[in-house]
């Protein structure tokens, strides 16, 4: 009886060791990722990272790991050149594969979530506007049941006045965003010079780009926080 409880007593403490070397090697290894996924990503802190599933040390052996979670605080995108903050973007990688000496992890898919704020959404767009000089200005709330507020604005002699409101839709479709605003919900201001100024800006195509490699942008979707973001992607590298 005192070998057996010996021999268990052995056992328990392999198993405790196994246990703690697996959670170090973890550790260790999300450090690692995260470094390497901010240079990968030219973020300016390391992002969170995640590895799932137990034990680890055997999905290492194996070459590839379940799945991997990877959360961004601020990532910089653009919308026609000019700067679009995402907050809180978190990505959710499956199926990574480790190569290059488990130098390099390639995710077969990834699904991810983000924020772009009103404020932001408004000072992005607006910077846009300002570029073509015509004193047309836009502000961005939510309208409800998923919809866009906008607040139209117009420049005269140094002020910037309100000029009336509409609801409307954002479309997306090819990596370009669009404003869609029913013409009878345009505010009839302005005579039908302005009137035309306004409908050729809710008109143009917007580029959203500089998403991380490997992802695209898949829905714009108003909340009350703001624009929730969904990209989706394909064979995505979280580093070089």
């Not at 268990?8 to 959670?23: N, P, S, T």
């Not at 170090?24 to 996924?37: D, G, I, N």
């Not at 070459?63 to 919308?79: F, K, M, N, P, T």
């Not at 580029?207 to 064979?235: C, F, H, M, Q, Y």
Request: proline share 2%; aromatic share 4%; charged share 25%.
């Amino acid at each position: 009886m005192r070998a057996l409880r010996i021999s268990l007593i052995v056992i328990g403490v392999l198993a405790v060791l196994a246990v703690v070397a697996d959670r170090v090697a973890l550790y260790v290894t999300q450090s690692e990722v995260a470094s390497r996924a901010q240079d990968r990503l030219g973020l300016a802190s390391e992002p969170s990272i995640s590895i799932k599933g137990f034990p680890f040390l055997n999905q290492v052996l194996g070459s590839q790991l379940d799945r991997v979670d990877l959360g961004i605080d601020d990532y910089e995108a653009s919308v026609d050149g000019q700067q679009l903050n995402i907050h809180d973007l978190d990505v959710q990688l499956t199926d990574v594969k480790l190569t290059g000496g488990y130098t390099n992890a390639v995710a077969s898919e990834a699904h991810g979530e983000g924020m772009i704020t009103y404020d932001e959404l408004t000072r992005a767009y607006g910077e846009l506007l300002a570029l073509q000089g015509n004193g047309f200005g836009v502000e961005f709330e939510y309208a409800g049941d998923g919809r866009l507020l906008l607040v139209l604005q117009a420049s005269a002699m140094g002020q910037t006045l309100d000029v009336g409101e509409a609801a409307g839709d954002l479309v997306l479709e090819d990596g370009t965003l669009t404003l869609s605003v029913a013409e009878e919900d345009i505010p009839d201001i302005g005579g039908d010079r302005v009137q035309e100024t306004i409908r050729e800006q809710l008109d143009q195509e917007r580029a959203i780009s500089g998403l991380p490699e490997g992802l695209d942008l898949t829905s714009l979707e108003p909340t009350e926080r703001g624009l929730k973001v969904i990209v989706d992607g394909e064979n995505m590298s979280l580093s070089d």
